[in-house]
């Protein structure tokens, strides 16, 4: 066999083994995550438990093994449930609120509207009288039939599309309360698979050791450390800046109010809404901050539309200069591929997806970058 034709072999072996492993992946997160999720959460928080668990048993000299095991799991399911329900509770109630807000604020679409007209014909003043004669009246009528007539087709927008939004959103909506018993099943059984993985953790491992071939006994010691080195330090890392965003939104949206520039009484909702969404590659919180600007510029509103450019400001200096030194460059991941993975995550497999795959990339990059696999070549950054 000639090396031409074991090298094409060669790579399609490879291009097949690939496509399987791919395939696999996607079975398994498709069909057997939702299942498999309880089991996995678990493992993970056991692994997390070790260290204080070991500390435990060297003091008591592995008497208490048990005993030290079920505190843990108790104590830490009471740290989380009590913030979360309280959390969960907090906002829940604000973004009733901030909907019923948002609702009567539709009320006011009209004068909005009004504005807005006002404001494109300005704008269009520079054009030469006979153009500027034919444009003002067509932007006129077609505010005219927004306004007196409430023509929601005029933008464009077809209402059997909203309609049938509208009717999916509500049967979402019922399949996730009728989905509660279940999700309360699902923890329940994690928090017992939490308990045994916690106080077996030792035995869980070898065993699986046992059943790997002598050359890949390290494998999972090798998981362990490249996941806590990478994966778990961009999670802390971005969680940091998360909360560093949402701190400058709620202290900034509230020097606005004290000054008087806005009235809005749902600044808790509002900056955590934004400091999720800065996370998002590429949209970041101007995304919603810029238009809130503009359209705080066209109602006339302009103190409120300079300190949403300032909080915008700030939030874009800061981030720039905390996020190398938090995240560091040899973690982050391209914003162009986390983009990529977060809509095809939501394309594979729904809103779940969004977070599944983005981890996906950073473990594929995290696994690479070690040397455990090598499917690509990373170029040096200039």
């Known amino acids: ?56 048993d060297k003091k008591t000299k592995n008497k208490c093994h048990t005993l030290w095991a079920l505190l843990l799991v108790f104590l830490c399911v009471l740290i989380i449930l009590g913030p979360v329900i309280t959390a969960l509770s907090l906002i829940g109630r604000e973004v009733g609120n901030f909907i019923s807000f948002l609702t009567d604020q539709l009320k006011d679409l009209p004068a909005f509207l009004v504005t807005l007209e006002n404001e494109v014909l300005k704008l269009l003043e520079f054009l030469p009288d006979g153009i500027y004669s034919s444009v003002s009246e067509n932007i006129t009528r077609f505010f005219s039939d927004l306004v007196n007539n409430f023509d929601i087709s005029a933008l464009g927008i077809d209402m059997k599309s909203i309609t049938s939004g509208v009717t999916s959103g509500i049967s979402g909506i019922y399949s996730v309360v009728k989905s509660v018993p279940s999700a309360l099943i699902a923890i329940v059984i994690g928090v017992v698979a939490w308990i045994f993985f916690t106080k077996d953790y030792n035995y869980i491992v070898n065993f699986i050791k046992l059943q790997l071939p002598e050359n890949k006994k390290n494998f999972l010691s090798e998981i362990k450390q490249i996941f806590s080195k990478t994966i778990l330090k961009m999670f802390r890392a971005y969680g940091i800046i998360m909360f560093i965003t949402f701190c400058e939104l709620f202290i900034g949206l509230n020097i606005l109010k004290l000054i008087g520039v806005t009235n ?70 391209h914003p162009i591929v986390t983009l990529a993975g977060l809509y095809f995550g939501l394309k594979l497999f729904g809103f779940m997806g969004m977070f599944i795959v983005p981890i996906c990339v950073m473990t594929i990059k995290a696994f690479n970058d070690a040397g455990r696999i090598h499917l690509y070549k990373s170029p040096e950054r200039n």
């Open 1 to 56: 066999m000639s090396e031409k034709i074991r090298k094409k072999r060669d790579t399609i072996i490879n291009i097949v083994y690939f496509a399987i492993i791919a395939a696999l992946i996607f079975i398994f997160f498709k069909y057997c995550f939702a299942v498999a999720a309880p089991f996995l959460l678990s493992f993970f928080f056991a692994v997390l438990l070790q260290r204080p668990l070991r500390w435990l």
């Open 264 to 333: 809005n009484g749902y600044i808790l909702i509002i900056a955590i809404a934004i400091a999720v969404f800065d996370i998002l590659p590429v949209a970041g919180s101007g995304g919603i901050l810029i238009p809130w600007a503009l359209v705080s510029l066209v109602l006339g509103n302009i103190g409120q539309a300079i300190g949403l450019m300032v909080i915008y400001a700030v939030i874009s200096v800061i981030r720039q200069y905390i996020e190398p030194k938090i995240v560091g460059n040899s973690l982050g991941v």
